[in-house]
């Protein structure tokens, strides 16, 4: 899954993720769209809010499947 998707599937807004991130919304919408990808200290916040792996977050498959 995409950051998006795992957003979405929460019902969580890109304003709501970047809040809790401590990031502005753009670079939520940055990672999303592709145009940056998260620090690893973001990516390890991004998988807890989450609940899933970092692999997850960065669109990989996820150990078990």
Do not use: H
């Not at 990672?31 to 692999?55: H, R, Y």
């Amino acid at each position: 899954m995409s950051i998006r998707s795992l957003r979405e599937a929460v019902g969580m807004k890109q304003y709501e993720l970047a809040a809790r991130m401590g990031v502005k919304q753009a670079s939520v919408s940055a990672w999303e769209s592709g145009d940056s990808t998260p620090t690893v200290q973001n990516l390890m916040k991004l998988a807890d809010i989450f609940q899933c792996s970092v692999d997850e977050v960065l669109g990989r498959k996820s150990a078990s499947a």
